[in-house]
């Protein structure tokens, strides 16, 4: 998806610092509200103009993060689509959302006996998840941070928060002599050593 990953060019990101002029609430027409959203790359929700930007003042009701990400789409409303590239829908409430990296952020790895397991991400716990797929791992290069596959309306691809990153990081296995500038070749888990598939390296372009 060419598109995506231009939204997530390290210019794109520079160009972002500085948002088109919006208000919270605003109401472009009859019985409309739009309002703007951040999210972290810790996967931390906030409304997009708040000054202070931590776990104190971002978004913990899991019903609401639930709703709002299960309804994320690409921005093709024809308005902020530059500064804001997700929206949410939720009833008459246009949500515009912009990223620091991805907007889909996993948070945890959830494990349950005769259970697979999952990646939860954004705040939902279980109720927000996708199967943990091993062999996707993708380590980017250029930022050394951890991408697994994601939901396909939120881009296809998920950023693994740091704390996430650093437990799995154990079980990658790197060529002879890469290990410190090099991408890893396999990762092991559960007693299976999988072959890293490079899938998500479309979504990085050099």
């Known amino acids: 998806m060419r598109f995506v990953n231009r939204l997530f060019s ?7 610092r500085d948002v088109s002029s919006y208000t919270q609430g605003q109401s472009p ?10 999210i972290d790359h810790q996967g931390q929700l906030f409304l997009d103009d708040t000054k ?22 690409l921005n093709q409303s024809g ?5 804001f590239p997700f ?7 246009r949500n515009f959302l912009r990223c620091d990296d991805q907007p889909i952020v996993f948070t945890h790895l959830l ?19 996708v199967p943990f797929r091993p062999e996707s791992l993708f380590m980017q290069p250029a ?35 890469q290990e410190s500038t090099g991408q890893p070749t396999h990762f092991t888990w559960a007693g299976h050593r999988h072959t890293l598939t490079k899938e998500l390296a479309k979504h990085f372009p050099v």
């Open 10 to 16: 390290p210019q794109w990101r520079l160009f972002c």
């Open 29 to 38: 027409e009859a019985r409309i509200r739009e309002y703007f959203y951040y």
């Open 87 to 93: 929206l949410s829908l939720c009833g008459r409430e």
């Open 143 to 177: 930022s050394g941070r951890l991408y697994h596959p994601g939901p396909e309306r939120g881009g296809g691809v998920g950023l693994v928060r740091s704390a996430l990153a650093i437990e799995l990081s154990a079980h990658f296995e790197y060529a002879a002599g």
């Open 111 to 129: 494990s349950e006996a005769g259970h697979e397991e999952r990646l939860s991400y954004c705040g939902g716990g279980a109720k927000l998840t």
């Open 52 to 73: 202070v930007k931590n776990f104190v003042t971002c978004f913990k009701d899991q019903h609401f993060l639930v709703f709002f990400f299960s309804r994320l789409k």
């Open 79 to 83: 308005r902020y689509q530059q500064d």
